[in-house]
């Protein structure tokens, strides 16, 4: 198998590149982000590119088709800040998936192309199951913001696609909980005290960084298409959370929290929205990975590893080694 | 200090039997107190209370009225133990007997499918229902005197559906089924009631509900519960039943098929469920038409608080639609079925409802 993997220098990329080097049946790893980086492995490649420019994609997939002999496609690259908006986030988001995935269709060599979602792309109802299967309702809201509209109209620009030559499967990632892959849980546990509305305390299902990486991986070796849900191995009330990660949790009414988040992030600078959140953080959802089991043998193994703040961690690392 | 004379009494099954020897000289007697007991336990009870508010305590106590005295002293016995943490809940649990289940056992031995951090992924949390139980204890065993019949049909394990009437102004019926599964079946099996859904939008309820294994009525839901072999209890009639007329009680209203389709799908018995007491208990004075949450209508019962009605609870030979399974899809089929049950339900509820010989009694 070859494999190239695009946002490679973010965590998520990182981590599915590392996995893919520990795998026996895979040849070599063209990883792709916008800086260049040192070589580690004499089976990894790095190239740079900018996606949000459809002749760099193309030339991108061409080289690698033709040099590189990339029989896997893995497409990780997302925008991150959920404050930015526009026609560049936009393209970042949706249109480089759409030529991407238009690119892997045209080369001959390419037979599979994994696409990284969401699972902020379902709609989060009262209506709707505890569990989120597949066949759940996407959040289609006109009025949605653009860091939710873009999510969903990249999935289904992938998912649609006729599965012909290339095989495509989306992977719909439950919450990943890690620094700098654009978690808004994490941003949210980070802080020192947790706001949230009074009266409810939705169960979440949160994923660890090597969870999602093993889950490409997994994808990437199987033939299996369609959407799949990747979830967790946390589930767990919203204020067992808060406590997991040492935070204090202050109920206040639902109505305040946007607005006293939106003045956190003026005033501090979080990236914490509670407009993209609220839905879940009334009614929970949590996706069913029963499918991805099933088709893809994917099951979550690897607990969460916490925002605890500095102090925690040092406390539990003594710990640790007294023990 | 000298510990109170009640709280001595059920510390020691021996002194418990003694004294009310000692004051009836009958050796059967076992449930009778004179005034000055009673005025004693009047006197204690506010600090039984704490005790029994105290989150250890809770775990362990469910304490629930039984006229055997000697095994309630056992019970208290065992408390006192936990107190001191000479044992643990499930080590001394008391020998099978009805109504017996404390809140430990619930936490403890009741199968549930925990997600790693003591929450299933409809959010049930054992330790909350156990507390629930605990809490709500005098209301099943002194205010309800719930009493019920045929338990034996709830199957021990595999997909169950209990399907039941419902009435009342609030879902009272549907806490009294629910506590009585958990109290009578061995080993306990958690009934995960079905609600509509507009009830995890309702704020602290909502939340509280969920703890104690209530899951919103969508189908996948369902579905899945029945895929683990879970017991449900579902109210076919939805929120018509309590929003029906007191001239109606007891008459079955429109009744939903989903529960039969689903019954054939997944192979589940369904064990039908009779419940007597609540139209007298709590009816429906009114329905204002303020869509609070989503919930149809806001009920205003008829007195403010419960009348101390005697509930009666039967449970039905189960049905088996297992014959069916390949039919799940014919809309005939599911609605026979559903009828079926329907027409069972019915039957017991009248048949109940004219062997009673009164609604406090």
Known sequence: MRVMVTGASAPLGAAIVQRLLAEPGVEHVVAVSRAAAPRIHRRLFHRTADLTHPRAVHDLVHDAATAYGVDTVIHAAQHRDPHEVGVPVHTQNVESARWLVLACAAQATIRRFVHRSFADVYAHRDTTSALIDEDAPLELAPGAPQWLRDRVEADLTVSARPTGRLQIAVLRLAELVARDTGSQLWDYLSSRICLRP?????????????????????????SATGAFNIRGADTLPLSRAIVQSGRAELPVPGPWLAPLYRLRHAVAGFEFRYDLNLERFHFGGMLDGERAARELGYRPSTRVVWPRPWWRVLLQRLAETRS | MVPPRWFANRADPAATSSSCHGRHGDPGCIGRASSATQALRAAVLPVFIRHLLAPHALRVIAAPAHPLRGFRATRHAHTLHCFTGMATANAHSPPSSHATLSTARVAIEAAFHDEGHGYD??????????????????????????????????????????????????????????????RRTEPPRIPRAIADHFVPRVPVVGTWLSRCGVVPGTRRNVARLLERGELIAIWPEGTTGPAKRFRDRYRLQAWRVGFA???????????????????????????????????????????????????????????????LAEQADDPAIVAAAAARVHAVLSRQLDDMRFARRGIFR
């Open chain 1, 198 to 222: 009074i009266g409810f305390d939705p169960i979440i299902n949160v994923l660890a960084l090597d969870d999602a990486a093993a889950a490409f991986v997994a994808a990437a070796r199987s």
């Open chain 2, 261 to 323: 389709e689903l019954a054939i799908r997944y192979q589940a018995q369904i064990v039908p469920v009779s419940i007597l007491g609540a139209e007298e208990s709590w009816p429906l004075a009114a329905r204002l038409g303020v869509r609070w949450y989503g919930a149809p209508y806001l009920p205003i019962p008829a007195w403010p608080v419960p009348l101390p009605v005697h509930y009666r609870i039967e449970y039905g030979a189960a049905i088996d639609l297992r014959c």
């Open chain 2, 121 to 182: 992924v409809f959010g049930l949390h054992p330790p909350t229902l156990g507390r629930m139980l605990a809490l709500g204890a005098p209301l099943y065993d002194r205010y309800f005197r719930v009493s019920s019949e045929g338990i034996a049909h709830v199957p021990t394990h595999g997909p169950t559906i209990l399907v039941a009437n419902h009435a009342g102004a609030l879902p009272v019926d549907a806490a009294m089924l629910c506590f009585d599964v958990l």
